[in-house]
Every structure is written in structure tokens, then in C-alpha cells.
């Protein structure tokens, strides 16, 4: 029991940091960036190559969160920003072609060579002895939960006590008066895409020690992490966290029992998701009302 | 001096500004009368690029505001108020104020004015932390034209601020026009569906009439016209 609810916790804390990257883009512009999961696995292949040219394992963890960011607000002014005035499923269904997009170009360059992990020379992927007994959490596991915690409280400053989150606030909610006010909101718009790849890129990196690369391997991740983000309510970081570490526990404690199978791993989820929007169809921690039609 | 010449736009094949000219002077007031749908929003959304007028310029210190983008026109002195108190309902009172002064670079002043505001609006600075959205009609007007006011702006333009308000607060929000126009050296060019009201406190008067200037002159005179009240405002 124990070490099911440390594997969720560690676990949840990569969904969280997938709903975190998807929640920042919803709040921004209303979309819901199904090319997170492509922009997460391309960072964590570029961290592997960084490795393999001899970095270390920080340059690498650096390398990939830079690429985040920049591909980020490349990707918004680029692609999103020409569709921004049509309705907003244009644009879900242009992230949806840029994964397929991605996953493609990526297949063609790092597709070859049997499946690798990325490597984290610097934590140890092997559980802590407390107290003579090994449990199933590694000093890299904590390094996981802290990064995301670290960066879910930083969001939340950055968006509650800064200028630079006033703004965006504001050209997220009224992009118009935003303008109006002198808000540059096209900038905002760039800055919150730069900032929620990077989110993504490090749910990449986090996660990637832990499954083989491929150019598919993030869209298991991105799918529960979407499923946390709803949980959450879509509107929140401190919902996409909690989000994200009720899915890690449920899949975790259901995936417990072996003897039933795999898959109800997926029903576990499905179900949490199922209960959460009937009783609360905004989410547990939005402040939105629901509409209804 | 705040001068329109020329400004024409349209919605598709449909003219809802033909060629509207005026002048606003410096410390006054000019009220923009009509019926619905005369063009008095789009004009003042024409003014500010909100929408993109087909010709036509909008001087004001030598700059053509027309040639800005939106983003630039209250870093040239010009705020504009929009129609339904545009307050941006999911921030606080504070936030909402602060953000109308961020783009100045003097963080001592943006917090003199904020200071300001909170003087001339006392019922706000009692609610300083709640969300804009837990507003009455009149606070939220209050807000919109204390938030304009933190950009420090010299010309102010205000779409329909009596708009759904209480006769009494409707005269509250005039007066403190006036008063500002006067100690503050303010230009501002009120949009009003409510011919009398906007007459009160008014210099100047233009009247549109299916997007066109049908009139200009003295507020008085278009107060006194009985014929063009009843014809124009349907009064």
C-alpha cells in the first residue's frame, strides 16, 4: 500500500505537469494543445542526444526546457496566431495535425536503433532503504515531485503577483480592453504558449527515464494528463496538480491488482473522470460556472 | 485638438460610417448624439483601430491614431472607455485599476494615481481585493472610467456610460466628468444614447444621423432645437 501510493504520487506528479502545460494554454487562448505530448517527446529526444554527445545530465535538462520555450512561442506566433480570429476548434484540430506532424518528423530522425531511456546518471533511479526496507521512491522520484511542485508555485506567483501575470491575465480574459490598456497582447499570447511548452518539456524529461523513447511515447502521458487537467477544471494550476496526483493514486492503487489485469488501469481512470464531471461538471477547482444548454 | 476627418467604415457592403468629420478642443466636452445604430460605437471604435475604418484619419498632437496599433493609442494620451463597462470581471477591483497604468514606466506615479482613483471612488476602495464581477452597474462604470483614468490620459472617450444606470448615479458620473474636464484639463468625447443627459455637461454637441454628421454646434443650441431633438433623438 505504501509503495502504490508513492508510485502514484510520483506518477501524478508527471500527469500534473502534462495538465499544467494543457491548463496555462486553455487559460490563455481557449485551446486545448493536443501537440503538447509531441513538443514534451521531441525535448526529451533532444535531451537524449545532448547526453549522447557528452553533456551532462543538467546541460541536457536545461537543453530540452530551453527548446520547450522557444518552440513554444515559435509554434504560437507561427501557427496558432493566423487562426486565432476563426473558432476555436481551427486551431484543436491544427494541434492535432502538428502532433501527427511532429511524431512523424521525429520517427524519421531518432525512429532507427532499439528503444532507450533517457539516462539520469546524477539521481538514482533505484528506491530508498528507510528503515531497512527498500520503498518505491528513488532520489530521482523526489526530484520529479519537487520540479513540479516548484514550478506549479512559481506559475501561481508569476500569475497572482506579478505585472507581467496581470497582463496576461488580463489579454487571456479581454483580449480587446487588454489592448485597449496597452497590453501588447499578441506578446502575451506568445509568452503564455513559450511558457506552457516548457511545462511540457518537462514532463518530457521527467517521464523519460521511465518509459522507452519513441515518437509516440507521450500520448499514454498526455492522455492522462488531459484527464487530470479536466479533473482540475481546465482553469487551474493548483487543479491541474491535484488533478494530476488523484489520477497517479487511482492508477496506481487499481493497477495494484495484477490479477485482474492491465487494463483496468484505464477504466480507473475513466471512472474517476466519470464521477468528477457529474458532481462536478466545472471541475474541483474551477472557478468557472458550468453552462448549460 | 483632437480632429476626425473623412472616417468611413464599413461592415461588409453595409457604410455604418460615411465620411464623419469634427474637432474636439482641448478641456472640453463634445457629446456624440443619435439614434441606435446612427454609428456612434463604431465611431469611437473606428477612432481607437478596435475596428479597421476604410479611410479617414484621427488627429490628436500630430499623430494619426488611425496608423497606430490599438495597443499604442492610450500611450498617445488617448483612453477609450468601451461600451457595457468593460471591466474585466474575473480581477480583482485592484488589479483592474493597476492594469489600466502599466504600460507607464514610473511606478511611483502609477501608484500616486492608483491613490487618485481610489479618492475619487471611494465605494471602490473599500473593495479593493474582491472580483470585478461582484459589481453594481454603477461601480463597474465607476471602475471602467477609474481604471482610463490611471493611464493618465488627455483625452478620454466614452461609449454610453449612463447605459442601464440609475438616474442618480447617471448624474454622479457626469458631474465627475465635468469636474475633471475642468481641473484636469481633460478632452472628452462622450457617446450617449441619452441626449439630456450628455446635453448637461456638454460644450459641443455632433449629431449622427445612418452614420453621417448631420450636425455640429454649440450644446446649447442643440439642446434648444426642439425640431432636431424630436427628428434626430427622438425626443
Sequence with gaps: MLNETLNGITSGAIYASIALALVLIWRGTRIVNFAAGGMAMVSAFIALSVIDAGASYWVAFVAALGFGLVAGAVIERVLIRPVESKPPLTAVILTFGLLILIESIAGMIWGGGSPRTLPTATFSIKGLNIGGQTVALSPFDLFVIGAVLLTMVLLIVLFRATNVGLRMRAAAFEPETARLLGVRVGRMLSLGWALASLVGALAGVLVAPKLFLSPNFMDAPLVYGFAAAVIGGLDSPVGAVAGGLALGLVTSYVGGWQALGPSLEVMGVLVLLIVVLMVRPEGLFSGIKPRRV | ?235
Design chain 2, 1 to 235: 485638438m483632437l480632429t476626425v476627418e473623412g472616417l468611413t467604415t464599413s461592415y461588409g457592403a453595409i457604410e455604418a460610417l460615411r465620411a464623419v468629420s469634427f474637432t474636439v478642443p482641448d478641456g472640453s466636452i463634445t457629446a456624440v448624439l443619435g439614434a441606435n445604430g446612427a454609428g456612434k460605437t463604431t465611431l469611437l471604435r473606428s477612432m481607437t483601430g478596435l475596428v479597421k475604418p476604410r479611410a479617414g484619419t484621427v488627429r490628436y498632437d500630430g499623430t494619426d491614431l488611425l496608423k497606430l496599433p490599438v495597443e499604442d493609442v492610450v500611450r498617445h494620451g488617448v483612453a477609450h472607455v468601451p461600451e457595457g463597462r468593460s471591466v474585466v470581471k474575473e480581477l480583482t477591483i485592484d488589479e483592474n485599476l493597476r492594469l489600466g497604468g502599466l504600460f507607464r514606466p514610473d511606478r511611483a506615479d502609477r501608484r500616486r494615481a492608483l491613490g487618485e482613483v481610489y479618492e475619487l471612488f471611494p465605494q471602490l476602495t473599500q473593495r479593493r481585493r474582491a472580483a470585478a464581477f461582484t459589481l453594481s452597474g454603477g461601480e463597474s462604470q465607476m471602475l471602467a472610467i477609474g481604471r482610463a483614468l490611471m493611464s493618465r490620459p488627455r483625452v478620454l472617450l466614452l461609449d454610453e456610460p449612463s447605459l442601464g444606470l440609475a438616474p442618480l448615479v447617471v448624474g454622479q458620473i457626469m458631474r465627475l466628468l465635468r469636474d475633471l474636464t475642468r481641473s484636469e484639463q481633460l478632452t472628452v468625447l462622450l457617446v450617449e444614447q441619452n441626449a439630456r443627459t450628455a446635453l448637461s455637461i456638454a460644450d459641443q454637441a455632433v449629431v449622427l444621423y445612418l452614420g453621417q454628421v448631420v450636425l455640429a454646434d454649440d450644446a446649447r443650441r442643440v439642446a434648444d432645437d426642439a425640431d432636431l431633438m424630436h427628428h434626430y433623438l427622438g425626443f
